[in-house]
């Protein structure tokens, strides 16, 4: 799935890097805290989904590599940050939708979760199912 399909499966509107709209989407993954996401991704090509929309954001995908970051339920963050995603090459998305409706529209049209990292407790439980 590339950005563009992304936009239209969502209702979506690109931002900033519009010109990236080709832009291959391996998985997503949806969080407000970005100490989630730094904590729990593990591969690059990964679309966040977020309510959170300040220039952290855009650090954050620019330091993970993420294919973009789309932001939810009518958010949008001031011309400062997308100016900086703009010359960072982070595309910035922005759609009325829920965060739940999104995630599972982009899930149920084949868009799999971001692999993660383990969580905590499945340090201690060698028995844990693997993630």
Same mark, same amino acid.
């Given at each position: 799935m590339?950005? &563009? %399909?992304?936009a %239209?499966?969502?209702?979506? &509107?690109? +931002?900033?890097? *519009?010109?990236?709209?080709? &832009?291959?989407?391996?998985a997503? @993954?949806?969080a407000d +805290?970005l ?8 591969e690059?090509?990964?679309?966040? #989904?977020t ?6 954001v /855009?650090?954050v995908? %620019?330091?993970?590599?993420?294919a973009?970051v /789309? ?8 011309? $400062?940050?997308?100016?900086? =995603? =703009?010359? *960072?090459?982070i595309? +910035?998305? =922005? ?5 739940? %409706?999104? @995630?599972g #529209? ?6 799999? $979760?971001?692999? &993660? ?9 060698p028995?844990?199912? $693997?993630?």
């Open positions: 590339n950005l &563009r %399909e992304v %239209e499966l969502v209702g979506a &509107r690109f +931002l900033a890097g *519009a010109d990236l709209a080709d &832009r291959e989407v391996r997503a @993954c949806a +805290l100490s989630d996401v730094l904590a729990m991704v593990r690059e090509g990964v679309l966040l #989904i309510g959170t929309v300040t220039a952290q /855009v650090r995908a %620019e330091v993970m590599s993420l973009g /789309v932001f939810v339920r009518g958010k949008l963050p001031a011309k $400062p940050t997308v100016d900086y =995603a =703009a010359a *960072a090459g595309p +910035l998305l =922005a759609t009325p939708r829920t965060m739940y %409706e999104t @995630c #529209i982009l899930y149920t049209r084949g868009l799999p $979760p971001a692999k &993660r990292k383990p969580f905590p407790y499945e340090h201690d439980h028995s844990s199912p $693997p993630p």
